[in-house]
């Protein structure tokens, strides 16, 4: 794992990942359902043992499993990293796969998109610096919702990455504990 600052910590950082308007029992407790979905849609695509879940995890696991099967979406790997040195961050993106015959990045989502765009955006940049070979041709929110259905949000690419490196150039001017970062 790299030691470079992740996307979702420098959106935090300039303020685009902010919860503070949720309370704590209930960001606790969708953070919660969050990592047990991500866990068990892991599990079962590598097959690994597959982790118990929250109940209210049901209906969510079986959105994702008609979002596969509707959309013919087809997994190529799934909690993974990627690292733009020259920009200096990692991230981790859900899932890597094929839609129409185009790869493409899936960030999965129980609960709020809440600044997506923004993590595709970051997510794309860096696997296209790492992989030019092998681009990213699209970007996209799965939202997993109670009531078993889904959404899938496509993100426009330019859009996405514009603001991406916004707010990385944000995270790289503001001081922190008294330091201005240095240049990536």
Not at 108 to 133: D, E
Not at 147 to 167: C, L, N, Q, S
Request: with cysteine; net charge negative.
């Amino acid at each position: 794992m790299s030691d470079l600052p992740r996307v979702t910590a420098i959106l935090a950082a300039v303020g685009l990942l902010n919860f503070s308007r949720v309370p704590g029992n209930q960001l606790a407790i969708g953070q919660e359902r969050g990592t047990a979905v991500h866990a068990v849609i892991e599990a079962e695509f590598y097959g690994y043992e597959v982790p118990s879940a929250p109940a209210d995890a049901g209906p969510r696991l079986a959105a994702y499993e008609m979002f596969v099967r509707e959309s013919g979406y087809r997994v190529e790997c799934m909690e993974f990293e990627v690292v733009h040195a020259a920009q200096s961050y990692c991230g981790h993106p859900d899932s890597r796969g094929f839609l129409f015959g185009r790869r493409g990045i899936v960030d999965i989502k129980t609960g709020m998109l809440g600044p997506v765009i923004y993590q595709l955006g970051g997510y794309r940049a860096a696997w296209n610096a790492m992989a030019p070979q092998t681009p990213v041709e699209w970007i996209a929110a799965v939202q997993l919702r109670a009531d078993g259905t889904y959404r899938f949000h496509e993100v426009d690419i330019t859009e996405a990455e514009a603001k991406w490196y916004a707010a990385l150039t944000v995270y790289h001017d503001v001081p922190r504990n008294g330091q201005r970062q240095e240049e990536p």
